[in-house]
């Protein structure tokens, strides 16, 4: 009696612990124990790819931008740069006055840019030498004058030669041009200035390629900060960001103390153009 009372005691410890086990193994536990380690699995990729872009934020707040060339906030680098003083753009087109006729001398006052590369001495032999010239051709070719009617005659083609004078000064005003106009300008002034003085036309010199360069690289970036689904001039930009740094890495080599002086010039630091570049 008392034997059978032990042996159904121990058959229904037996099942009890057979049935825990057996729950433990059930479907939904193992379920859930591999939903918990895959929920812990995306918090730790979470956290590591948060992790990767505050690395990425900081290094390009520390580094210069690759395509401008300076640190944000610094934009005072690149206006007090060789560079932008002498880049012109349509706002400073504008701002200068029109041409018109000065009735106190009679003289024209032409606008401070004109088109086609004309410079000073063209400026002077079109607005000054030119009118006189052709003002003395059309009194002398009428024969001969009254003394008494010289002044007058002379008054009367002067004013009509300072009408044409203004006309052909808004002609020639770059205002009148497009941005190929005022490219040419801005192009012919960078050769000026980043040549030698001895050889003011040096386009091949590595400084005019550089400032050539970096004038382009500026106005598409400018282009493509308000067409930004622009994808052909956004492979056009790496490519010429690119090209900027292998002129400079060539003048480096050449002549460290040049390679300094035209980073300066062009308002660029040595981190936006060496090593890796990413654009």
Not at 8 to 29: D, F, P, V, Y
Not at 39 to 47: C, H, I, S, V
Not at 265 to 277: C, N
Request: aromatic share 4%.
């Amino acid at each position: 009696m008392m034997l059978g009372a032990h042996l159904a005691q121990c058959s229904r410890t037996l099942a009890s612990s057979s049935s825990a086990r057996a729950a433990s193994l059930h479907t939904s536990a193992v379920l859930q124990a591999v939903s918990t380690r895959t929920r812990k699995t995306q918090r730790t990729l979470k956290a590591n790819v948060q992790r990767r872009e505050e690395l990425e934020l900081q290094a390009r707040q520390s580094r210069p931008h690759v395509v401008l060339g300076y640190k944000a906030g610094d934009e005072a680098k690149w206006q007090n740069c060789d560079l932008a003083r002498v880049l012109i753009t349509e706002e400073d087109i504008k701002a200068t006055p029109a041409p018109s006729v000065d009735p106190a001398s009679g003289t024209v006052q032409t606008s401070t840019f004109l088109n086609y590369g004309i410079g000073e001495k063209e400026r002077e032999a079109l607005f000054d030498v030119l009118p006189r010239l052709s003002q003395q051709g059309q009194v002398e070719a009428e024969g001969p004058v009254h003394p008494k009617m010289i002044s007058s005659t002379y008054a009367k083609k002067g004013i009509e030669e300072q009408k044409k004078a203004a006309m052909f000064a808004r002609m020639v005003d770059l205002r009148n041009a497009n941005a190929r106009g005022i490219a040419f300008e801005n192009r012919r002034r960078i050769v000026a200035a980043f040549s030698e003085p001895e050889n003011p036309t040096d386009t091949g010199r590595p400084e005019v390629q550089a400032a050539l360069a970096t004038m382009r690289i500026r106005n598409l970036w400018d282009h493509l900060s308000r067409c930004k689904k622009d994808i052909a001039n956004r492979r056009s930009l790496r490519q010429l960001v690119h090209k900027r740094a292998k002129i400079l890495r060539y003048l480096k080599s050449v002549d460290e103390d040049r390679y300094d002086s035209i980073l300066e010039r062009l308002g660029l630091e040595r981190s936006a153009v060496e090593g890796e570049l990413v654009v």
